[in-house]
């Protein structure tokens, strides 16, 4: 009976063992940093080990969600605010894991690249069309004085009319 009873508490203990190792050996997103390079946005995210994630698109708000099962943030991972692409990120954690949630602005597009461990998500801004100039555009004015002439030199864009003498 005593045996029974010690092969039971082992086969107890070893099975509660079994339930708390994935919790002790969760991977975790120690950094994020947000880079602007040009128009462009750049998110690195360090993790420890690798680690398997879902990706999310939801909207209104367009927003990139990525969840990592059984993963911890690191203290140092805190909210990020972004200029472009990137409204701003959040990440949180629960007891599923954590998520890293990624607000976008109005037609924003993202690529994920894994380098190792880590993640490197790249946000393109939506490209504005270029503003179109009616008329003519002075980038210079230079003003010589020629004797009873004053000569004017005007330089700059759209300037196809000929206007050689001014009365």
């Known amino acids: 009976m005593k045996?029974?009873?010690?092969?039971?508490?082992?086969?107890v203990v070893t099975m509660f063992m079994c339930?708390?190792?994935p919790a002790v050996h969760a991977a975790t997103i120690q950094a994020m940093n947000l880079l602007l390079e040009g128009g462009n946005e750049n998110l690195h995210v360090s993790i420890d080990e690798a680690v398997a994630y879902q990706v999310f698109n939801l909207e209104g708000p367009s927003r990139l969600v990525i969840q990592f099962p059984a993963t911890t943030l690191a203290p140092e991972v805190?909210?990020?605010k972004g200029k472009n692409a990137v409204d701003q990120i959040v990440p949180t954690a629960d007891s599923d894991g954590a998520r890293v949630e990624v607000t976008l602005t109005a037609g924003s597009t993202y690529?994920?690249?894994e380098k190792g461990n880590d993640l490197l998500l790249s946000f393109k801004p939506k490209l504005q069309p270029a503003q179109?100039?009616?008329g003519a555009v002075i980038h210079d004015i230079e003003v010589r004085d020629q004797g009873k002439v004053t000569e004017l030199i005007l330089r700059g864009e759209h300037m196809d009319a000929n206007h050689n003498a001014l009365v």
Do not use: F, G, K, P
Request: aromatic share 4%.
């Open 19 to 21: 339930l708390l190792s």
């Open 132 to 134: 179109t100039v009616v």
């Open 78 to 80: 805190i909210l990020l």
């Open 3 to 11: 045996s029974t009873v010690r092969h039971l508490c082992y086969a």
């Open 111 to 113: 690529q994920i690249t």
